[in-house]
């Protein structure tokens, strides 16, 4: 692509990542993941963050962790932002784009953007018509813009719109050393992780506690019960938080508080992950916590026909189930936990084998190389 922008030798890279809060949210492996690879290739970080944001494991010399956004002046701060990022030194990368980001950028742009100045990741797309024609203007007003993307169904409408550089890049995952991969044993508990989410099944988590709870079944249980990177529950999650409290059974264990990174990790060793995520909503969205699952050795009880369901039929390394009713799910949580052992072993391969291939190595080429496909 003509006019791209030259490579430096010492490359800078300004993230904008507002959902960037503490150690909370998906937000934060990602970054990790794209940081540890610049550490290779000597590129330089700014990260645009929450006014909380901090990124420990990361944050030095090459990687400097800038609090800025507020949730109710975000757009506003991030107009200003991106007029400030486009007129100086480095590349721009958005880790978790949407629609306003491109309204923004386009606001702020003095004219078309040039190749390889903005790069934006879109975890997920839920196209229409009125998204479609935005998408197609700004296409032929900034050619040069790069969009990226996890799947095929995210960026295929991209190319379709008259996007001349969108690629598909996989989602990074958490690095991990390949001495410390799954240190786990035996089977220990069943595990929620992640926000308390309506969309990623914590309501049909609280029914399975629920019946357990009535029927005896005493089978130990993690449940992260922590609102979302804005400390926001979703509709109708105070109500199941409720349910929860009022059960309470002894082999019941809730974490109300985001989990820092070490401790979220933790609970991965000898569990059992649910990820009963809306099959609408994540028919081909890649999950974080089912790539940090598999990291550990932890298998996975996922809904069928989502990414996780296919991750987990690849790799032997969990059951993918249709029906997400109490009983349906205590019978995949018993058949994995019978065959522990087994469901383990096929989680660390999958763990090692995602490792390489959702590597933020590639995310970090597609950054550095825009003229062409990322290896």
């Known amino acids: 692509m003509r006019g791209a922008l030259p490579i430096a030798a010492n490359p800078l890279v300004n993230i904008v990542e507002p959902t960037l809060e503490?150690?909370?949210?998906?937000?934060r492996s990602f970054?990790?993941?794209?940081?540890?690879?610049?550490?290779?290739?000597?590129?330089?970080?700014?990260?645009?963050?929450g006014r909380g944001a901090s990124l420990p494991g990361a944050e030095g010399e090459r990687c400097e962790v800038v609090p800025y956004f507020s949730r109710r002046l975000r757009r506003l701060q991030a107009f200003l932002l991106y007029r400030k990022l486009l007129e100086g030194a480095g590349?721009?990368?958005?880790?978790?784009?949407?629609?306003?980001?491109?309204?923004?950028?386009?606001?702020?742009?003095?004219?078309?953007?040039?190749?390889?100045?903005?790069?934006?990741?879109?975890?997920?797309l839920r196209p229409s018509?009125?998204?479609?024609?935005?998408?197609?203007?700004?296409?032929?007003?900034?050619p040069g813009v790069t969009v990226l993307g996890p799947t095929e169904a995210v960026i295929g409408p991209f190319r379709e719109c008259g996007f001349?550089?969108?690629r598909i890049v996989a989602y990074p995952i958490t690095p991990s050393a390949p001495e410390t991969l799954g240190t786990g044993g035996s089977f220990r508990h069943v595990l929620y992780a992640?926000?308390?989410?309506?969309?990623?099944?914590?309501?049909?988590?609280?029914?399975?506690?629920?019946?357990?709870?009535?029927?005896?079944?005493?089978?130990?249980?993690?449940?992260?019960?922590?609102?979302?990177?804005?400390?926001?529950?979703?509709?109708?999650?105070?109500?199941?938080?409720?349910?929860?409290?009022?059960?309470?059974?002894?082999?019941?264990r809730m974490f109300p508080d985001t989990l820092?990174?070490?401790?979220?990790?933790?609970?991965?060793?000898?569990?059992?992950?649910?990820?009963?995520?809306?099959?609408?909503?994540?028919?081909?969205?890649?999950s974080g916590v089912t790539l940090d699952a598999f990291s550990e050795g932890a298998p996975v009880i996922a809904t069928a026909g989502t990414w996780m369901a296919r991750a987990i039929r690849r790799f032997g390394a969990g059951v993918a189930i249709e029906e997400l009713d109490p009983d349906a799910l205590l019978a995949a949580v018993e058949a994995v936990r019978d065959e522990y052992p087994r469901y383990r072993r096929n989680a660390l391969d999958a763990g090692r084998a995602l490792q390489e291939e959702h590597s933020g190595g590639h995310l970090l080429e597609a950054l550095l190389s825009p003229d062409g496909e990322t290896p």
């Open 22 to 27: 503490g150690e909370a949210g998906h937000c």
């Open 31 to 49: 970054l990790l993941s794209l940081c540890h690879a610049g550490n290779v290739r000597k590129v330089s970080f700014r990260v645009y963050g």
């Open 91 to 124: 590349r721009i990368f958005v880790s978790t784009a949407g629609r306003t980001d491109m309204v923004l950028l386009d606001l702020a742009a003095k004219g078309e953007i040039p190749p390889g100045k903005v790069f934006l990741y879109f975890h997920w």
């Open 129 to 142: 018509p009125r998204k479609l024609a935005f998408f197609r203007r700004f296409a032929v007003s900034h």
């Open 164 to 166: 001349r550089d969108a």
């Open 194 to 252: 992640g926000a308390a989410r309506r969309d990623k099944g914590f309501p049909k988590v609280v029914d399975l506690v629920c019946r357990m709870a009535e029927t005896g079944v005493g089978i130990p249980m993690k449940v992260q019960v922590s609102p979302d990177h804005y400390e926001k529950y979703d509709e109708g999650i105070r109500a199941d938080l409720e349910r929860l409290r009022k059960v309470s059974p002894p082999w019941l």
């Open 260 to 286: 820092g990174g070490e401790e979220y990790l933790e609970m991965f060793d000898g569990a059992i992950v649910l990820q009963l995520y809306a099959r609408e909503d994540f028919a081909d969205r890649v």
